[in-house]
């Protein structure tokens, strides 16, 4: 891979997404408008901010071996994995749980086997101290020398990647909200977007981290804050890959409405807390509020109980 133009070229991704109105009741009421952005179109193996973040990775890794982290669902595992079979490039998946290596792989973790990555099992403490030097240290005497990406492919490069989602609504839109793991696409995002726009994140894990892990990356990628951003952490139902039956008939209820398959662990709490907001009277009237689509669960990249 030689940069943008090559990466492009090969994969074909569909930039920009569509933006799409829908009408909603619920959000009509209160004079707002719901606009879907369909980031889960770009690619059928790298959709959303899977593409947004991994692809200026890949292009800085420059067809070397890449590195990366995960859990036993990994969607960023997947199209990693995926990335690495339609570029031709070796990958390596560390995985949280050193059980699962004496149990047969799960549909999600054969489908990285087959695209040709390899996996390497980790107890849990040496996964939760996975950025710690000693544990990088470890991983480069056992696989040589690779390119580290870390979970969820969240860094400076996949945050400067992301400002390509707020260029797209640049405009369209008053408020663009994502729903959030680690921190990554809401950091473009939001330096992305036009003066007078809003970001807004919704976390979808708890352990009130996430705004610092936001301000960090984008100190990173931007050397500043960037962007008019905030996070409304009330919907984790729980936390990461956690639902509840609220959050389950919510998801269906907004399928039968609108006809979009629903993901249940980012898109359905983004959905279900625009709800709530728009009857909290959280946006002005005559709002355009978009969400962004980051997947769908009849992909590729779905899986029981997804990590990053």
Known sequence: MTGPARLDALLRPRVPSPLREVHDERFARHGVRLLLKRDDLIHPELPGNKWRKLAPNLEAAAGRTVLTFGGAYSNHLRATAAAGRLLGFPTIGVVRGDELARRPLNPSLARCAADGMRLHF????????KAAPEVLEGLRDLFGEVVVVP???SNALAAQGCTALGRELAGEVDVAAVACGTGGTLA???AGLAPGQGALGVAVVGGGFLAGEVAR???EAFGSPAGDWRLEERFTFGGYARTAPELDAFAADFEERHGLAVERVYVAKLLFALTALAGEGAFAPGARVAAVVTGAP?????GPSASR
Do not use: N
């Open 188 to 190: 473009g995002l939001a």
């Open 151 to 153: 979970e969820g492919g």
């Open 217 to 219: 990356l984008q100190r």
């Open 122 to 129: 980790v107890d849990r403490t040496t996964y939760r101290a």
């Open 298 to 302: 009849d992909g590729p990249l779905q």
